[in-house]
């Protein structure tokens, strides 16, 4: 409990994220720029949010929310999440009056989200964040007829690149690169 340096790495590495979600919020800002996306009534495309919190699953954690439309059971948003000792996610999340042509989107441009790293995640809630066995099914180009069959009766749902700590990603400094790819990867699942 005494050992101060472990308080002050720990800042500095939260302070780092905090830079990377940062840059992330300008590139896919600029990776959305002139893309129609298929949108909530109400949606407000500069709405952003940061977030800094101690624990999930008692793990520090951090993420960016943009876009992000969160109004009752209406969810419309890419996150983009640091869970400490974990991995980065970057995922979008999806509920509400337009759920119905998300899924029909996916199926019907299944081959082009398939095979790039994206996750269906399969938790009984958005706010899952574990993936693995269970948890996600990846969506390669194989298990279209099983990824249909899975969000058939989903009230909601999300897809998600997720990168480990160790992903040479990581340690190479392109995890703004990764999430605009990422974001890139699942347009054609949010857009008319």
Known sequence: MGDQTF???????MQKVRSTLEAVH???QAELEGIDLLAPVGF?????QFVKGE???HYP????????HFVRKEKFT???LFWWGHHFVFAVILEGENLTRYKKNLIN??????????YLCLGHSLWEWRYGAGYTLELTSDRRTETAAVLTHRPFFKLARFIPMND???????????????????????TH
């Open 109 to 118: 441009r299944y081959s082009e989200v398939a095979d790039r790293s994206i």
């Open 7 to 13: 308080f002050q790495a720990k800042a500095a590495i």
């Open 44 to 48: 407000e495309p500069t709405a952003c």
């Open 61 to 68: 954690y951090q993420y960016l929310d943009f876009p992000k």
């Open 168 to 190: 040479p990603l990581v340690a190479q400094g392109k995890l703004v690169v990764a999430g605009r790819d990422a974001l890139h990867s699942l347009i054609p699942v949010i």
């Open 78 to 80: 890419f996150r983009s």
């Open 55 to 57: 624990h999930l699953d």
């Open 26 to 28: 300008v590139a896919l």
